[in-house]
């Protein structure tokens, strides 16, 4: 049922979807967003960093040299009994085994951990949807089951719940940080209250773009490019 569809329009939004490169100026603005709200402290910001780069490893890296390996469970596109069935895009059917599923672990561990360290309702919800969109694209793609994207989310919360703690622990303890930083819950400071009233993040003026408005406008951005990307091939391929 969530496997593939008529729409070759579809098709293509989530081959570009799907795609590690189409998200690379959302992990750039997300950088961008760490300078600003850490206003230049390099430590704080190549922790945070750090942090982000074990993610990676913990979900990514151990999925895919380790449990997929043991496991050893065949992609529906690739299962001798019900391959054929599976409706491939584009010839597109993924490595030989799918549990659990990378994609689901990195992207969510990425979004959980960013959206403990930054608390803003608006830049969670957006980094939530990016997780949640990438796993629906492997569901549509035919290369996971639902058990796969369900085990790679619960194992991205974990590792991410992990990471955070284990990062401000270290910031706690062995960065000295400043008395104004022991006082944060988390490692980037909260807006004051008076910016909070005066300023709002989707404020697109230069004096006062909030740096979380970047990420959220780049989320946008990336959807857009891949609706319209999608358009044009479509278009190509019928006329």
Not at 59 to 71: M, Q
Not at 121 to 143: E, I
Not at 146 to 168: E, F, H, N, S
Not at 200 to 208: I, L, Q
Request: hydrophobic share 50%; net charge positive.
């Amino acid at each position: 049922m969530l496997n593939g569809s008529e729409s070759v329009f579809l098709d293509f939004v989530v081959l570009t979807l799907t795609k590690a490169a189409t998200w690379i100026p959302l992990y750039v603005s997300l950088f961008y967003m760490l300078v600003v709200l850490c206003r230049g402290k390099w430590r704080n910001i190549l922790l945070i960093l750090a942090g982000a780069g074990l993610c990676v490893l913990l979900a990514g890296t151990v999925d895919d040299s380790i449990v997929k390996p043991l496991v050893a469970r065949w992609r529906p596109t690739h299962d001798p009994q019900i391959g054929h069935l599976v409706d491939v895009v584009n010839n597109y059917r993924g490595g030989k085994y799918g549990f659990f599923s990378a994609h689901a672990s990195n992207t969510f561990s990425i979004a959980l951990y960013f959206c403990l360290l930054v608390r803003h309702r608006w830049l969670q919800f957006g980094l939530v949807s990016y997780s949640l969109v990438n796993c629906w694209t492997r569901l549509y793609l035919g290369v996971h089951y639902p058990g796969d994207i369900l085990v790679g989310l619960l194992w991205g919360t974990v590792v991410a719940l992990g990471v955070y703690v284990l990062v401000r622990y270290i910031n706690n303890t062995h960065l000295q940080p400043s008395p104004l930083a022991l006082r944060i819950p988390y490692l980037v400071p909260r807006p004051s209250p008076l910016a909070s009233r005066t300023s709002s993040p989707f404020t697109f003026s230069p004096a006062s773009f909030h740096p979380i408005t970047v990420v959220l406008t780049v989320l946008v951005l990336t959807f857009a490019y891949a609706l319209v990307r999608a358009f044009i091939f479509a278009s190509l391929i019928q006329y």
